[in-house]
């Protein structure tokens, strides 16, 4: 008690099989429900009627649904390489894709969304990551890329869990509950390539509440699963 009293009031040193869960609790499964917010705005005819607008498309963009979701989705994204960074994890085509000239870009990106900018209504931090001729190829590429590492490396360390942090999650549930490698929830509706919400399965992604999957580590009512 004392040891788990000591790790809540101060901070602790974590190892990289700490930190792959929160990475992906905390911040990948954000990033991924914001893509899927953005993909879901892009495809409402009224948001792609707002957006097509020649004259007053490229100017109320940054303040519609779509381009709201948009800005969120890539300003998470930017933490969970941030994290990974700062985690020291490697993995040989991430750290390819992380050598792209679209990283520095992205951490601007990020601060233009998070950051406030008075400057000018479109922010250059915002613009300039938009006008890279592939951010977009990239920035698919990273979120499967990250996708298929958590799969891999979450049904690794699941059961491998310190001691110290199950007890801390079990007091304080801080840190996302990990059950057994297989665990599944109702069958839900199919997706496609990526994330699914509330009983979707992605193919493959990451989905919850109902995801199912033929392998799947569970994650606080969440699989991430492979088919």
């Known amino acids: 008690m004392r040891q788990l009293e000591a790790i809540h009031s101060g901070p602790m040193v974590r190892t990289k099989n700490d930190l792959i869960p929160i990475l992906y609790a905390r911040y990948y499964t954000a990033a991924l429900f914001m893509r899927d917010t953005f993909r879901q705005c892009l495809a409402d005819p009224k948001e792609q009627h707002l ?31 941030e994290g990974w960074q700062e985690a020291k994890l490697s993995d040989p085509e991430i750290d390819r894709l992380l050598t792209s000239a679209n990283v520095p870009l992205l951490r601007r990106f990020r601060n233009g969304m998070f950051h406030f900018q008075g400057d000018e209504w479109l922010s250059t931090k915002l613009s300039n990551f938009a006008h890279s001729p592939d951010s977009v190829p990239w920035t698919d590429a990273l979120m499967k890329e990250f996708g ?3 799969f891999t490396e979450l049904e690794r360390v699941c059961s491998n869990i310190d001691t110290s942090i199950r007890e801390l999650n079990a007091r304080f549930d801080v840190l996302p509950k990990v059950g057994p490698v297989g665990a599944t929830g109702a069958p839900g ?28 580590v569970f994650v606080r009512g969440r699989s991430l699963s492979q088919p």
């Open 189 to 216: 509706r199919n997706g496609k390539d990526g994330v699914s919400i509330k009983g979707d399965k992605g193919e493959p992604g990451v989905g919850y509440a109902g995801a199912t999957g033929p392998r799947s």
């Open 51 to 81: 957006i097509g607008d020649a004259q007053l498309g490229p100017f109320i963009f940054p303040s519609t649904k779509t381009g709201l979701a948009m800005g969120l989705w890539l300003g998470t994204l930017y933490v969970v390489v």
């Open 148 to 150: 298929r590492y958590f």
